[in-house]
Antibody, heavy 122, light 114 residues
Framework: EVQLVESGGGLVQPGGSLRLSCAAS????????MHWVRQAPGKGLVWVSR????????SDADSVKGRFTISRDNAKKTLYLQMNSLRAEDTAVYYC???????????????WGRGTLVTVSS | DIVMTQSPDSLAVSLGERATINCKSS????????????LAWYQQKPGQPPKLLIY???TRESGVPDRFSGSGSGTDFTLTISSLQAEDVAVYYC??????????FGQGTKLEIK
């Protein structure tokens, strides 16, 4: 079955760290760009980070730049998001999503995981 | 960054009636070299992740019912549900992928049954 499964969310104190994982199955993970998108409680979708297919290029939203790091292990078919210096405003469900664009021009997101909840609170 | 603005924020439509959601981008998402609009629509039902409905502004994703259609070009786009079904209750988001990063989403439109 083609799917993405996130894990690693939980409750963390402000200033703390967390690493999210996204396990891919049913498709050739190494061929796709991947993204993290988050959704604060009751709010809309916000793009967080992206990584190209071989992991050599990444981009981050300004709100997380310098604090979050996206990475991937193609051998393990897993996407990661290392989250440091967490703030209350980072509280959200974090989704990983597959990009079905080309290597030249990233596209829309055709496969999403079910998400993992990150709560930043003391 | 391209800003995506949807209207209305919420919408209540009777079963079997037409629902129309609008999305406006702060700059054109039409790539003239291939005449494609880099615009997608997603549906998010309560407690579920987003689901791709439409891409290239008007191409339905495989398995999406044909009552869903997308139209528009340049900066103005519309998602239309021709005959609303109970299972269509959801929040709908547009997204541009013309100029990234960031991949920007609209704020969402909540669709309910009247």
């Amino acid at each position: 079955e083609v799917q993405l499964v996130e894990s690693g969310g939980g409750l963390v104190q402000p200033g703390g760290s967390l690493r999210l994982s996204c396990a891919a199955s049913g498709f050739t993970f190494s061929s796709y760009w991947m993204h993290w998108v988050r959704q604060a409680p009751g709010k809309g979708l916000v793009w967080v980070s992206r990584i190209n297919s071989d992991g050599s290029s990444t981009s981050d939203a300004d709100s997380v730049k310098g604090r979050f790091t996206i990475s991937r292990d193609n051998a393990k078919k897993t996407l990661y998001l290392q989250m440091n210096s967490l703030r209350a405003e980072d509280t959200a469900v974090y989704y990983c999503a597959r990009d079905c664009g080309s290597s030249d021009w990233p596209g829309h997101f055709d496969l999403w995981g079910r998400g993992t909840l990150v709560t930043v609170s003391s | 960054d391209i800003v995506m603005t949807q209207s209305p924020d919420s919408l209540a439509v009777s079963l079997g009636e037409r629902a129309t959601i609008n999305c406006k981008s702060s700059q054109s998402v039409l790539y003239t070299s291939n005449n494609k609009n880099y615009l997608a629509w997603y549906q998010q039902k309560p407690g579920q992740p987003p689901k791709l409905l439409i891409y290239w502004a008007s191409t339905r994703e495989s398995g999406v019912p044909d009552r869903f259609s997308g139209s528009g070009s340049g900066t103005d786009f519309t998602l239309t549900i021709s005959s609303l079904q109970a299972e269509d209750v959801a929040v709908y988001y547009c997204q541009q992928y013309y100029s990234t990063p960031p991949n920007t989403f609209g704020q969402g439109t909540k669709l309910e049954i009247k």
